[in-house]
Structure formats: structure tokens, C-alpha cells
């Protein structure tokens, strides 16, 4: 049995797991809402897509990123008459296109009924979760940290065959401590409407939210009785895999009481090499099965009296509008390893879906605000501490 404590901070009760975190924001009921997209005159060839097979990314024709949004002001005397380029049109940044392609191919395309956002989980037979993990890309020669001839952000291809490379998830305590440091700082900055510490108006802040858990996870092989349990489409998606499949029993350290037992399937990846900051980052989406039924008797019968891999989790959660940020330390059951600290970035599923469906059915939409806003805090934070300290200091 795990031991700890549980503390949570703000308008969160006590007790309450990660997930109960308010929900995110509704984008359009904003009071400062942007101006409206401009509309689509038929249904684009990205969203017709969706409809057929998907394989690979998504070409540059099916692209659901036409245009970028985020315009500069600027003073329109200083140039005179002046236009933005000669179809009046701002480029969107390539790495935000594939972003942007990545996750409406991933995640928007997988409306098939079955899949519900990873807010739903408590409802929903699976979900799907949308996270970017804050690490290194490892070259598997020199077990270093890969260097490549690039100069700013470069999104890996997974179809290159001389690419031998793997993604370490982790940093220094050092690092975490400064991390912790600054997140800490820019929740309580939030809490300040009438301080905007970081921008020049005077617009307040949207506040943030926390929440200190302690949880530990256990680790179990399925048995065939809790791999028939799984939702169908769970079941077609682990295929032959199913002899690997585990579930995961996370419990509060100080009650012992199951918040949740899950089994877990990575569908896709997008590897982001960044040679000027600190850290490179893995965007991942993942599917969510809610394991019903006691536990015990769904896994193999040898796991029940066998020691099991175990994680104790001590993490602290910030969330703001779609995106909360999760900075953990993590406590292994093997001896080899003692402690390992991770960040993570996490975004609303059911925001991008939503926006996405928008913009796939020619609608006004935030698709593009919400996948800017998610590269945004990843990149502050692949950054590391040494950009995050001029911040709280």
C-alpha cells in the first residue's frame, strides 16, 4: 500500500483527482474574443478526408492550416500603404502546420463514436488524451543528445531509415526545481487581476488553477477476461499486441482508494528537434480504455501474488483555459533507478474536436488559436529554467 498526502489549492476540493480540474474554457464565450475566420465557400479537400483511409501526414493540399491569424499591429504610418504579402495572406509557420495537420489526422479525423475526449473518461468506454512530453531526442550511438544541421525547430520524419534516435522524457532535479520555481510563480501572478506582469495592457488575467496529488500506479498483464471487458474498438486497435496489454491501477497514496484503472494504447507521435532551447518535445496522443469491473478479476491470476512494477507519482498540476501543465516526480520500484522527473503539457481534447469539427464543416473556428496557444507553452518550457528564470526572479 502506497502512503502520502493529497493537497489541493484554489477553487479544486481537497481530494479531488487531476482530472476533476475545472473544465477548460469555451474559446467563443471569451468577452475578448478574437474576430471571426473567415469561412470556407465549400467543405475544403482536409475534411473530406477524414472520411477514407488516413496514412502518413497530411499533404500540403489537404492542409487544414490555410492561413495564419496572429497578425502583428503595427503603426501604418511608418511604412505607408502597406500589405501583408502580394495575396494579402500571413503564411502560417511550418512547424505549426504539421502540428496542426498532426493532430486534426489524429484526433478530429477519429470521430467515429466509439472514442470520446479524455474529459469524458468517467463516462466513456475510451478516450483520447493529447499530451506533449518536455525531454531530449537521444542519438542511440552515443546515448547524447542528438545534433542535427538545423538552426531552428526541425519535426522529425518517422519514415527516415537511417534516423536512430529515441526520446528521453526526463530532467535534473536541478531543472524541475527551477521549473517548479516558475510555474509556481506564474500561478500566483494569475491570481492578481490587476497586475499583468508579463504583457504591457491592462487587460486581467485569466486566473490559473492547481492541485498538489500523490498517487501511485501498479502494473498488471490482462487476462483474457479482461481483454474481452475492453470496448471493441479498444480490442481491434491492440490487435496482436493483445499478449502485451496492461492496466494501470492508480490509487491515492493516503486512502488507498482506486481513482482509476486504465489501459493505455499510444497511437502516434510528432518528435520535435529544438537546437536553440534546452529541451526538444514529443507531442503523443494516446487512447484511454476504462477498465470496468473489479480489477482483480480481469488480470492474469499469477500478477495478483507477483511483485508488479510500481510508480509513486508526486505531481503538481496547473491548469489555464485548454492546457494544464503536470510537473512530477516519480518514484520507481526498481532499484536501478531511483527518481525520475517529468514534464508534461496537456490539451484539451475536447476543445481541439470541438474547433475542429468546426473547421472541417467550414465554420468559425479557433483550431489554429488553440494549437498556437498549445505550442506556445511548450516551447516557454522546452526553453528550460535558464529562460524561466528573468521571469520569477
Known amino acids: 500500500m502506497c502512503s502520502g498526502s ?14 476533476k480540474a475545472p473544465d477548460a474554457l469555451v474559446l467563443s464565450s471569451s468577452p475578448n474574443r478574437r474576430s471571426k475566420r473567415r469561412r470556407f465557400d465549400a467543405i475544403p479537400i482536409f475534411a473530406r478526408s477524414c472520411r477514407g483511409p488516413n496514412s502518413g501526414l497530411i499533404n500540403k493540399s ?40 498532426f493532430l486534426y489526422k489524429e484526433v478530429v479525423c477519429r470521430l467515429d463514436g466509439t472514442v470520446e475526449p479524455a474529459e469524458s473518461m468517467s463516462t466513456a468506454g475510451a478516450a483520447i488524451e493529447i499530451e506533449a512530453k518536455i525531454g531530449q531526442l537521444i542519438d542511440k550511438k552515443t546515448n547524447v543528445r542528438v545534433s542535427m544541421p538545423v538552426t531552428t525547430e526541425y519535426v ?18 536541478a531543472q524541475q526545481f527551477s521549473m517548479n520555481r516558475f ?18 495592457d491592462n487587460k486581467p488575467r485569466v486566473p490559473m488553477f492547481y492541485v498538489h496529488s500523490r498517487e501511485c500506479d501498479s502494473f498488471y498483464e490482462l487476462s483474457k477476461a479482461g481483454f474481452r471487458s475492453l470496448p471493441p474498438y479498444v480490442r481491434e486497435l491492440l490487435g496482436s499486441r493483445r499478449s502485451n496489454a496492461k492496466v494501470r491501477i492508480t490509487r491515492d497514496q493516503i486512502t488507498g482508494n482506486t481513482l482509476a484503472q486504465i489501459v493505455k494504447i499510444h497511437l502516434a507521435d510528432l518528435d520535435v528537434y ?23 478479476d480481469l488480470v492474469m491470476p499469477a500478477a495478483l501474488n507477483g511483485e508488479t512494477l510500481k510508480r ?82
Do not use: C
Open 274 to 296: 529544438s537546437p536553440n532551447t534546452e529541451f526538444d518535445y514529443r507531442v503523443s496522443i494516446n487512447l484511454e480504455a476504462n477498465l470496468k469491473g473489479n480489477w482483480r
Open 62 to 101: 489537404q492542409s487544414p492550416v490555410k492561413e495564419a491569424t496572429n497578425l502583428i499591429a503595427r503603426d501604418p504610418g511608418l511604412l505607408g500603404p502597406w500589405e501583408d504579402s502580394v495575396t494579402k495572406v500571413i503564411t502560417s509557420t511550418e512547424s505549426i502546420k504539421l502540428l496542426s495537420d
Open 183 to 200: 510555474l509556481n510563480k506564474v500561478f500566483k501572478d494569475s491570481q492578481n487581476s490587476n497586475r499583468r506582469p508579463f504583457t504591457d
Open 312 to 393: 509513486k507519482k508526486n505531481r503538481m498540476s496547473y491548469k489555464h483555459l485548454a492546457y494544464q501543465i503536470d510537473l512530477t516526480q516519480v518514484l520507481l520500484s526498481d532499484p536501478a533507478v531511483s527518481k525520475v522527473h517529468e514534464l508534461e503539457v496537456e490539451m484539451s481534447t475536447a476543445e481541439i474536436r470541438k474547433h475542429g469539427v468546426l473547421l472541417r464543416d467550414g465554420q468559425p473556428n479557433e483550431f489554429e488559436t488553440l494549437v498556437q496557444g498549445f505550442a506556445n507553452n511548450i516551447r516557454i518550457l522546452a526553453s528550460g529554467p535558464k529562460y524561466a528564470l528573468p521571469w520569477w526572479r
Open 156 to 173: 522529425l520524419d518517422k519514415n527516415e531509415p537511417d534516423l536512430r534516435v529515441y526520446f528521453k522524457s526526463s530532467m535534473t532535479v
Open 6 to 19: 493529497t493537497a489541493v489549492t484554489r477553487v479544486i476540493e481537497q481530494g479531488s483527482a487531476i482530472k
